[in-house]
């Protein structure tokens, strides 16, 4: 998945208000906005039910907790109950905590830009 594909699929997933955020701290040019424009367009609807859907969703998400975690930014919570976390729960808690932090996101997706 090339750093234009993952940036498309996490955007999307954040909603608007955090993509806002996002993209004002990376300062794109508009060359690199239309490219993330243009992948945004070829990802097409998103199907919950697609497994390629939804496993390439996962591995992006994975791919942001992953530089979270080392950075101290994200870390893992135990649910309360005292059981296991599922991996939909995984990604929703993910996916709540990262407009938190828009600069670390800006940064995980400068690295993939120059990746």
């Given amino acids: 998945m090339t750093g234009y594909e993952k940036i498309a699929?996490?955007?999307?997933?954040?909603?608007?208000?955090?993509?806002?955020?996002?993209?004002?701290?990376?300062?794109?040019?508009?060359?690199?906005?239309?490219?993330?424009?243009?992948?945004?367009?070829s990802l097409g609807a998103y199907?919950?039910?697609?497994?390629?859907?939804?496993?390439r969703e996962t591995a992006v998400l994975e791919e942001v907790r992953k530089y979270g975690e080392m950075r101290g930014i994200y870390r893992e919570v135990a649910p309360q109950d005292g059981g296991f976390l599922m991996v939909d729960d995984k990604i929703e808690a993910l996916k709540r905590e990262i407009p938190k932090t828009p600069e670390d996101v800006a940064n995980v997706l400068r690295g993939w830009l120059d990746s």
């Fill in 9 to 41: 699929i996490l955007l999307t997933e954040l909603g608007s208000e955090a993509t806002e955020k996002i993209l004002h701290i990376l300062k794109l040019s508009p060359a690199e906005m239309n490219k993330i424009s243009k992948q945004i367009l």
């Fill in 47 to 55: 199907n919950p039910r697609n497994l390629f859907h939804v496993q």
